[in-house]
């Protein structure tokens, strides 16, 4: 019965925040692709929950492939938010955030083989370093992409 209250307050709180959101910031325009985010691709259970495993993503990609959406790049992006269509309700532009070496490496291998872009925002001054701001309950440190890897990735396109 606990965890039951417990649910329903994470969801209320969710269904809070998506309000207080889109009253703050109204909805994406009509016509404009959908921007799908992710941080971290781990086997392993990561207590920030910003996470899902290579696995799931793999499933998530192959999923919304299979319902006819396409995956589009930044290029492409930037002209539909200029010129509005009615075929950008099927398009994603897919982002990570933080550019994690692990994650990166992990969606490169998922997304590579099936030609799906992918655009990475980087936290610059980390580049090649550990992350020094979500070690949560002693778990280790996670890397950041090098210069050298990320000057690689962008050579095949990332």
């Not at 969801?11 to 959908?34: C, D, I, K, N």
């Not at 919304?64 to 509005?84: Q, S, V």
């Not at 994603?92 to 925002?121: K, N, S």
Request: a negative charge; proline letters at 5%; hydrophobic letters at 50%.
């Amino acid at each position: 019965m606990m965890l039951l209250f417990v649910l329903l307050v994470i969801l209320l709180a969710a269904m809070a925040l998506q309000m207080v959101w889109a009253l703050r910031h109204g909805y994406p325009p009509a016509g404009t692709p959908h921007v799908l985010c992710f941080h971290k691709l781990s086997d392993r259970f990561l207590w920030e929950g910003t996470w899902t495993t290579p696995g799931r993503f793999a499933a998530i990609i192959d999923r919304l492939r299979a319902r006819g959406y396409t995956f589009i790049d930044e290029a492409h992006y930037l002209a539909a938010l200029d010129h509005p269509s009615a075929d950008a309700a099927m398009q994603i532009f897919l982002t990570f955030d933080d550019g994690y070496a692990d994650t990166i490496e992990a969606a490169h291998a998922v997304l590579a083989p099936r030609g799906i872009p992918m655009h990475v925002f980087l936290v610059s001054d980390y580049a090649g370093r550990d992350n020094a701001w979500d070690l949560s309950l002693g778990r280790a440190p996670v890397r950041h992409l090098s210069w050298e890897r990320v000057r690689e990735l962008s050579r095949m396109g990332v």
